[in-house]
C-alpha cells in the first residue's frame, strides 16, 4: 500500500521560503510521476507542481512559476518543492500524490492522499 508523508510547512511571513518534502513508501519510487497539490480553504485541491519520473519534465501552475521549484530524489523515495517568494495567497495544507505520467496525475491524482502539511504566509 503506498504510503505518502508530507512536512516542512510552517508560518512564514510574505517573501520567505519554505522547503516541503513528501517520502512515498510502498511501491515502486522511481518509475511514478510525483506531483503537489495544494488545498486553501473554501476551495478544491488544485496541482501546484509536478515532475516526471526521470525529472526531466515538469509542470508548474501559473501562479508559481519562476517561485516554486519541484525536484526529487529517487534513491531517497522523496520529492521536494521548494516555495520562494510566498505570498499570502500561498497559504493551504499541501499534499503529495503520485500517478504513471504527469499528465494523468494531474488529470485524475491517484486516491492516495497523506496527511498534508500546512503552510501559512503571513501579510
Known amino acids: 500500500q503506498v504510503q505518502l508523508v508530507e512536512s516542512g510547512g510552517g508560518l512564514v511571513q510574505a517573501g520567505g521560503s519554505l522547503r516541503l518534502s513528501c517520502a512515498r513508501s510502498?511501491?515502486?519510487?522511481?518509475?511514478?510521476?510525483m506531483g503537489w497539490f495544494r488545498q486553501a480553504p473554501g476551495k478544491e485541491r488544485a496541482i501546484v507542481a509536478a515532475?516526471?519520473?526521470?525529472?526531466?519534465?515538469?509542470y508548474y501552475t501559473d501562479s508559481v512559476k519562476g517561485r516554486f521549484t519541484i525536484s526529487r530524489d529517487n534513491a531517497k523515495s522523496t520529492v521536494y518543492l521548494q516555495m520562494n517568494s510566498l505570498k499570502p495567497e500561498d497559504t493551504a495544507v499541501y499534499y503529495c500524490?503520485?500517478?504513471?505520467?504527469?499528465?494523468?496525475?494531474?488529470?485524475?491524482?491517484?486516491?492516495?492522499w497523506g496527511q498534508g502539511t500546512q503552510v501559512t504566509v503571513s501579510s
Open positions: 500524490n503520485s500517478g504513471p505520467s504527469v499528465a494523468a496525475m494531474i488529470k485524475a491524482p491517484s486516491n492516495y
Open positions: 510502498g511501491v515502486t519510487f522511481s518509475t511514478y510521476a
Open positions: 515532475i516526471s519520473w526521470t525529472g526531466g519534465s515538469t
